[in-house]
């Protein structure tokens, strides 16, 4: 079982940058999938982004395109969420997520959030105008 644990959220203003990180097992960052998602109050969660830590493969929500970066660190086990350029609209629970099959991160779609089987219990990230 992979354990993920997330931290880095808090309160910018718009325009503002935050970065994210998550610890997760380490055997995690060999060929495996590691995302992450978001979930605003009263909306279903959603793929922001996703990578595979076998080939460095990202896929990112259009919504993001741009301005969030994942990415890795092996020796520290850790995985990041750059945001950039925040928005109002960004304003939601942030969530880590593991999963072993490498097709929910290598196809060119971001994978529903269903079909993740790990999860860290989130951090929140609040974007104000």
């Known amino acids: 079982q992979v354990q993920v644990v997330e931290s880095g959220g808090g309160s910018v203003q718009a325009g503002g940058t935050l970065r994210l990180s998550c610890a997760a097992s380490r055997y995690a960052f060999s060929n495996y999938c590691l995302g992450w998602f978001r979930q605003a109050p009263g909306k279903e969660r959603e793929a922001v982004a996703t990578t595979f830590t076998g080939g460095h493969t990202s896929y990112y929500a259009d919504s993001v395109k741009d301005r969030f970066t994942i990415s890795q660190d092996n020796a520290k086990n850790t995985l990041y969420l750059q945001m950039n350029s925040l928005k109002p609209e960004d304003t939601a629970m942030y969530y880590c997520?593991?999963?072993?099959?490498?097709?929910?991160?290598?196809?060119?779609?971001?994978?529903?959030?269903?079909?993740?089987?790990?999860w860290g219990q989130g951090t929140q990230v609040t974007v104000s105008s």
């Open positions: 997520a593991a999963d072993p099959d490498v097709p929910h991160c290598t196809t060119g779609y971001l994978a529903a959030p269903s079909l993740w089987h790990y």
